[in-house]
């Protein structure tokens, strides 16, 4: 044999070892670095399954607890206890919405989920704000509170029964369930539980002075239930058909209607002290959109003066669903009181005033004695905040716990923002300081 060919054969079998035993350790690596991967994928997985279950444990948690607070709203009666509930359903609803975060959900999938939840704090942070300025619940407050109540114990039990099918390891966040429909849905993640309030700001000191007297029912005389049912009828012009329902006595003594006008279903209160007005509500979808908000506006205005409100104050208003809601103030000596505000709801397809809020109107509407102010305007805009540029003043009483204040509203801007100042036209001192801010809608004042 040739030696030259017998070493070649020998370091071509070498080589071939050589890679043999590499490519071995390549792949004893690849698979142990597979390996490693593999667990600590597993892991991974293990560590968002369970945040996936805990947030969706939570999350059925904290909506039965929002569903047990809004319960015990309607029946509590010191207000400590009220803001306390309010304030523990804020948390609730925060707590909630951090939870729906982290499900393999989509915005989209869970919206309607997320309206609510956000309608339901919202509405909650703003009746304890209100109780804690020394204002108190209205009637369309606990309307709203029977209907969160309901759509939270509806959301609370269906989250109960996907819980259920999630515990029996039902794959209920697979994309393929997303759409499907009935009892194998995500219903309610996906769909509203059901109808709930639509929150509608009102402007400054929306939520008035109600410390639960009616100065403006003092000393009027007890009308029976026929006395009630022809004021409401001369109030909605004497074509509507009436029906009476019963009585209730919150925020006061009221006999209850439901009513149709024209194309409007309505629910009305009428207070037994004065036969006096004191809500409307329609149930009544509005479609078409023919007038603008100031025709609008201008009919609230002139349903109101039709019926004895004397002179009025547009505060703000906003729109919604084809309805335009107004908030007046009543005028005294061309002074702005902000305690007797009025609110009106207005069909955009026709002008029909089919919503009605006096309470605070009822509340608070008495002739005041207003002294005179002691600073002037000009005093007035020399107060705001250096940042500020004074656009306009006027005398205003605006309330403050149990108590009322004459001051100047003195509008302002700063760069693109406008805000109101309220100086106490006695002190001088600065009582209040919101901001404007313009929607599509309308205004919100913060």
């Known amino acids: 044999m040739n030696p030259t060919y017998y070493v070649a054969q020998v370091r071509t079998r070498d080589w071939a070892r050589i890679l043999n035993v590499a490519l071995a350790a390549l792949l004893a690596g690849v698979l142990a670095y597979s390996t490693a991967q593999t667990a600590r994928l597993n892991e991974a997985n293990a560590r968002v399954s369970a945040m996936?279950?805990?947030?969706?444990?939570?999350?059925?948690?904290?909506?039965?607890?929002?569903?047990?607070?809004?319960?015990?709203?309607?029946?509590?009666?010191?207000?400590?206890?009220?803001?306390?509930?309010?304030?523990?359903?804020?948390?609730?609803?925060?707590?909630?919405?951090?939870?729906?975060?982290l499900l393999p959900l989509g915005q989209e999938t869970v919206s309607s989920t997320l309206k609510f939840i956000n309608q339901a704090?919202?509405?909650?942070?703003?009746?304890?704000?209100?109780?804690?300025?020394?204002?108190?619940?209205?009637?369309?407050?606990?309307?709203?509170?029977?209907?969160?109540?309901?759509?939270?114990a509806a959301f609370s039990v269906r989250m109960g029964r996907l819980l259920d099918r999630?515990?029996?390891?039902?794959?209920?966040?697979?994309?393929?369930?997303?759409?499907a429909t009935g009892?194998?849905?995500?219903?309610?993640?996906?769909?509203?539980?059901?109808?709930?309030?639509?929150?509608?700001?009102?402007?400054?000191?929306?939520?008035?002075?109600?410390?639960?007297?009616?100065?403006?029912?003092?000393?009027?005389a007890e009308v029976n239930e026929s006395g009630a049912r022809q004021a409401l009828s001369a109030f909605l012009g004497g074509s509507a058909?009436?029906?009476?329902?019963?009585t209730s006595s919150i925020p006061v003594d009221c006999y209850e209607y439901s009513a149709q006008l024209g194309g409007y279903a309505l629910t009305a209160g009428v207070t037994k002290a004065g036969g006096q007005v004191l809500y409307m509500l329609s149930d009544t979808p509005v479609e078409a959109v023919n007038l603008t908000d100031r025709q609008a506006v201008d009919a609230a205005r002139a349903f109101l003066m039709a019926r004895g409100y004397g002179e009025l104050e547009l505060s703000y208003s906003s729109r919604f669903d084809g309805i335009l809601t107004v908030n007046f103030a009543a005028v005294q000596n061309g002074v702005v009181l902000y305690p007797d505000l009025i609110k009106v709801q207005v069909s955009l397809a026709d002008g029909t005033v089919v919503g009605l809020e006096a309470a605070n109107y009822l509340m608070n509407h008495v002739p005041r004695q207003l002294a005179l102010p002691?600073?002037?305007?000009?005093?007035?805009?020399?107060?705001?905040?250096?940042?500020?540029?004074?656009?306009?003043?006027?005398?205003?009483?605006?309330?403050?716990?149990?108590?009322?204040?004459?001051?100047?509203?003195?509008?302002?801007?700063?760069?693109?923002?406008?805000?109101?100042?309220?100086?106490?036209?006695?002190?001088?001192?600065?009582?209040?300081?919101?901001?404007?801010?313009?929607?599509?809608?309308?205004?919100?004042?913060?």
């Open 241 to 246: 058909a009436l029906e009476y329902t019963g």
């Open 374 to 446: 002691k600073l002037t305007e000009q005093d007035a805009t020399s107060r705001i905040g250096g940042a500020l540029t004074p656009l306009s003043a006027r005398l205003c009483v605006i309330p403050e716990n149990t108590s009322e204040h004459l001051c100047w509203e003195v509008r302002a801007s700063s760069g693109q923002d406008t805000f109101l100042v309220y100086i106490d036209a006695a002190s001088g001192i600065e009582r209040r300081l919101m901001q404007v801010i313009e929607g599509e809608n309308g205004s919100l004042v913060m």
């Open 121 to 152: 704090g919202d509405f909650s942070t703003a009746l304890s704000a209100r109780l804690a300025n020394g204002g108190g619940l209205t009637a369309e407050d606990y309307d709203a509170l029977e209907r969160l109540s309901q759509t939270a």
């Open 52 to 101: 996936v279950q805990k947030a969706f444990y939570e999350t059925c948690e904290l909506t039965e607890g929002m569903s047990v607070n809004f319960r015990k709203l309607l029946v509590a009666g010191e207000t400590g206890q009220m803001q306390a509930l309010l304030n523990e359903t804020a948390l609730q609803t925060q707590g909630a919405l951090s939870n729906l975060a």
């Open 183 to 220: 009892e194998e849905s995500l219903y309610p993640l996906t769909g509203a539980a059901a109808d709930y309030p639509v929150l509608l700001y009102d402007g400054p000191f929306s939520d008035g002075r109600a410390d639960g007297e009616f100065k403006g029912l003092a000393g009027l």
């Open 166 to 179: 999630y515990e029996r390891g039902e794959a209920v966040f697979d994309a393929d369930d997303y759409e």
